[in-house]
């Protein structure tokens, strides 16, 4: 942030304008970024999938728009939908249909606001960063109920009614499973965060300690549960509930979903480089020549894993996620906390 | 600025819960108190308090509302039938007493006691989660431990009213 | 974040990061406007009775869908909001942790004062699942020592094959 409102002030001249204008140009400046990339990780994880998917199941996937690869298919994809007739059925709430998709949209631009990109890029240096991750990040969850029962069909308030038993249950261990880390930092700031785990590989959280080790895994399997991708995609499991919470939805209004849903996926991919992966230091201390990109290369890396993940285990049923969160994965993450302050108080904070 | 924005998020608070109050449906009116309950985490963060504001943001805004929406989905459709039957026009201005006994309650307090602002300075860790943590396990230390045992009991007490199917006991 | 992150020349407080946030929920909102716009000005507009019915696989749409809902999504979001606040309360604490634990005695009482706080807890996760409100699918277990199932009399003859229920 500081580039930038140095920049800012270089271009109008040092003495023009008032601390404030500056900072509320930088944010506006930093929102549109955010927005952009997040339309573009969109763009580019749906080619990606699509290629993944194409790779795990011996085939090519798109192959022909664009020429190399079916790179433009995600682009071509995004002007069709631009084109698409907007539905409203007759049966439905028209405010709260309407409003729903940009609700879960706007939940998945705020989280973004407090990821360190670089030591000195980060939109919204909040001391409660990783607080206000989750904080907003829960607001997705009321925009995706709005969604199913606004739409007033039997799928979408299915899909809404599993979507939201399955995040809300799914937040607690992602949440337990970060703990661990802020009592090593001390901190809940996102930079501070990442500084921690300065020094190569070996500082990464991940590697200090065992019970960061496991709740990386916790982190992991609630991560994919949040963003409602297989194999927990219950909330649009197409064999049975059609396509879930967007039944109804049409042209932009489906992009918005379709946006957040990747934009979430890149989001809880960069939070556990960050928390767990050491965020923008490179494995090997003393070559951070390129924080911004190794922070996104350990993204990408995350949600390439999340593919794999997604197109090789078949999906569970609706009582083994619940199984899964509350009689696995939250005393495991309990113990994790407990066990890594034991771990802190017999060790040190080595 | 601050002044503006605090006026900003009370009046929509303010409107938010208006707007909850008159609304027919009970969906409805739980999402408009979502709305205020954003407004009222905005406040929060105006008056150095993060740690509420956000905790206000995931706990109300996500939280409560979840339940809420499901307890309505649940229990009814949109709206209630006897929702339907229109209003008596004649009782409306009853309506209206309470918010005013309140708001002439409020001035004449503040008339009284003299407009209390916030100081001008206030100590730099006021209102982060250090500063909630510190008084949490130092001097509301018993407070802390006692939200345990309610929360234990709100678990039981959730399992008690969803057990529909379960034989009663003095059965 | 005062070693690594000076914030230029320009004196951004908490005030300021959230001021931030603020912007951002107002460029969402104006992007999203504008995206909404432009489909608008793009896309055709061309509704008839039938493509504004509900959904239901080409079927016939039955009835609304403002259904009674099964109470296990009622008791998932009531435990969730016991846990949440569990949570909330774990932040604070893990965040003045590591800054107490090198004192004498008090870093040690705030870990015991959490674990105590944790064990609580744990006992109402452990009633709960004792009590088999975690199972998605509960097995009806008192109704079914009180009174006979009740058969379907259409499978009469599958459940006499298997013998007794």
Redesign the interface.
Known sequence: MNILTEMIRGWFGPDKMSDQMVLILSAVTLATLMFVVMALCALVFTWMERKVAGFIQSRYGPMRTGRWHGWAQAVADMLKILGKEDIIPAEANRFFFSFAPILVLLGSLLAWAAIPWSPNFVSADLDLGLFYIFAVSSLAIIGILMAGWASNNKWALYGAARGAAQMVSYEIPLALACIPVVMYTGSLNTSDIVIAQQGGVLNWFLFRNPFIFVAFFMYFIASIAETNRGPFDMPETESELVAGYHTEYTGMRFAFFFLSEYANLFLVSLIASMVFLGGWWSPIPGTDFAPALTFIIKGVLMVLLNMWVRWTLPRVRVDQLMYLCWKVMIPVSLTCVVGAGLWMMWRGQA | ??GF?FWFCGILMFLGGLMMVVQRSA??SA?WL?FSFLCTA?IF??L?A??L???Q???Y???????F???I??????VLEDELIPSNKALWPLIAIPPAAVVILLVGWVKGEGLRTMPDSIAADFG???H???L??GRY?LA??L???V??V???G??AI?Q????LPWK | MDTMLPMGSVDVGMNGHFATVLIFVLIGFFFAAVALIVAKLLRPHDPNPTKLTTYECGEETRGSSWIRFNVRFYLVALFFIVFDVEVIFLYPWAVVFKHLLPLPELGVLVFWEMVIFLVILSLGLAYIWVKGDLDWVKKLVDRAEDEPPRRNPLLKSVTNEEGSQ
């Open positions: 600025m601050e924005l969906v409805v999402v979502v905005g963060a105006l150095s993060p740690f504001a956000v905790m943001v995931l706990v805004a996500g939280a409560i509302m979840v339940l929406l499901y307890v989905m649940m229990l009814h459709g949109p982060t989660a250090e909630v943590a510190q949490l396990l230390l802390f431990e939200i345990s045992i929360l234990l709100a678990i039981i959730a399992l969803g529909r199917e379960r034989k």
